[in-house]
Structures are given as structure tokens and as C-alpha cells.
């Protein structure tokens, strides 16, 4: 388990739980690499009392953790709900550095490590659905000490890896392009479809060769 400089709890301020790691240019960029995957392996163990069926299955499938709520994870013994979707975020807070060492670096966690804090594609059978899932993944912010020192916590000198600019701390957390906004367009998605599916019905449905009304029209003595 990697363990962290320090833990930040404020859930009144939508924070429930941060791990930061204070980095003073003691550690190498590769090195960083290989701390975020240990935090996104920490956040794939099962909880210690998972049930026997569910243990083996994951000791065979490893990749099945996948399909274990976080409520049944270890992580979530250990912190408190997030709120969103993911596990347990990470920030990366550089010191008496270069504006150019830490773009390098944050370079490398970005390419090096995408696989711990990218979001996936949705696997659905809807099409044009640009939502991300976060659900795997380890939201990771990056800020430096002395912009904090500068403007504060609450500022926005928070940038989240595979984005850009800066944001507030919660703005940064936050996946706008996550879970609400595939639930949005699956709806929509499925409502589409419904009404293709009624036209299609309604454009089979047989026509009066008299009067052209899709309804069977009835001759003069009650007989069609």
C-alpha cells in the first residue's frame, strides 16, 4: 500500500478525502509513475472481509475487480465516499522547483501513467455517447506550493491530468463529462430510438386505397 504525505478531509468544502504527496524534486518523474500505480493497485484490493465466492473469484480474475462495488473494496474501509465516481483522489503538490521541471514531469505522469487515472469508453450499444468512465480510474490533480502559498487551496491552481487550465479544487474533481452526462444521453438516446421505432411502426401499418387514412376506412352498409 502506498501511503500518503499527508490526508486532507473536507467535506464540508466537497472534499471528503485527498491523498497528497509533497514532492521537493527528491523523486524522480518515473518515480511518481510508479507511486500513482500503487495507489490505483490500492484501490483494486478487496476488503478484508469480502466473502469467499467473491475472494476466489478475484485470486482467478483478477480483472473482475472491476465489477466489485468500491463499497466492497478495501479503500473504502480506509476512507470516507467520495461522491463521485472513481477511487480515492491523488495531488501531486511540487515545491522549490522549476515552472519547466514540474511540466516535464507532470508530462510524464500524463503519458507514463495514463493507465491509472484515464476514464474509458462507455461499453454501450448507443452511438455518438462522448461521456467517459471514470469508474476505474484515479483522479489525479497537480498544483505547486508556492501557487497555494500565493493564492490558497481554494484558488484555482488545480489542474487535472488529461485536462487543461486550472480550476478550483472541487471544479478540478468534479467529471462533467462523466456518469451524469452518459446517464443524460443514454436517455436521450433511448427516447430517439423509441420514436424511430413508433414511426417505423406507423409507416407499416396498411393504407385505405380509397381515402389514403392508415386507419381501414369502412364502406357504406358496414363492410371494409
Same mark, same amino acid.
Not at 456518469?179 to 417505423?200: C, G, P, V
Given at each position: ?6 490526508? +486532507?478531509?473536507?467535506?464540508?468544502? !466537497? ?14 518523474? @518515473? ?35 472491476? @465489477? ?24 501531486? +503538490? ?51 506550493? #508556492?501557487?497555494?502559498? #500565493? @493564492?490558497?487551496? $481554494? ?6 491530468? !488529461? ?15 462523466? $456518469?451524469?452526462?452518459?446517464? @443524460? ?29 392508415? #386507419? ?9
Amino acid at each position: 500500500m502506498q501511503r500518503a504525505d499527508l490526508v +486532507v478531509r473536507e467535506p464540508a468544502a !466537497g472534499v471528503p478525502a485527498l491523498l497528497l504527496e509533497i514532492d521537493r524534486r527528491t523523486e524522480g518523474a @518515473h518515480e511518481l509513475v510508479h507511486k500513482l500505480r500503487r495507489y490505483w493497485q490500492w484501490g483494486r484490493l478487496l476488503a478484508p472481509d469480502a466473502d469467499k465466492y467473491t475472494a476466489y473469484l478475484i485470486r482467478s480474475r483478477p480483472d473482475a475487480i472491476e @465489477h466489485i462495488d468500491h463499497e466492497r473494496r478495501l479503500w473504502r474501509h480506509l476512507c470516507p465516499p467520495t461522491g463521485r465516481e472513481g477511487l480515492a483522489p491523488v495531488a501531486f +503538490v511540487f515545491a522549490d522547483t522549476t515552472a519547466a521541471k514540474v511540466a516535464n514531469t507532470v508530462a510524464v505522469l500524463e503519458s507514463a501513467g495514463r493507465r491509472s487515472w484515464a476514464p474509458r469508453r462507455y461499453d454501450t450499444y448507443h452511438r455518438g455517447i462522448t461521456a467517459r468512465d471514470y469508474g476505474q480510474a484515479v483522479p489525479v490533480l497537480v498544483t505547486t506550493l #508556492e501557487q497555494m502559498k #500565493e @493564492h490558497g487551496a $481554494d484558488a484555482a491552481v488545480w489542474r487535472r491530468l !488529461g485536462q487543461t487550465g486550472e480550476q478550483t479544487l472541487t471544479a478540478a474533481l468534479d467529471n462533467p463529462d462523466g $456518469d451524469a452526462l452518459y446517464r @443524460h444521453r443514454a436517455a436521450r438516446a433511448d427516447a430517439e430510438d423509441e420514436r424511430r421505432r413508433a414511426a417505423e411502426r406507423e409507416a407499416r401499418r396498411p393504407v385505405c386505397t380509397r381515402c389514403g387514412s392508415v #386507419e381501414l376506412c369502412r364502406r357504406p352498409g358496414g363492410r371494409a
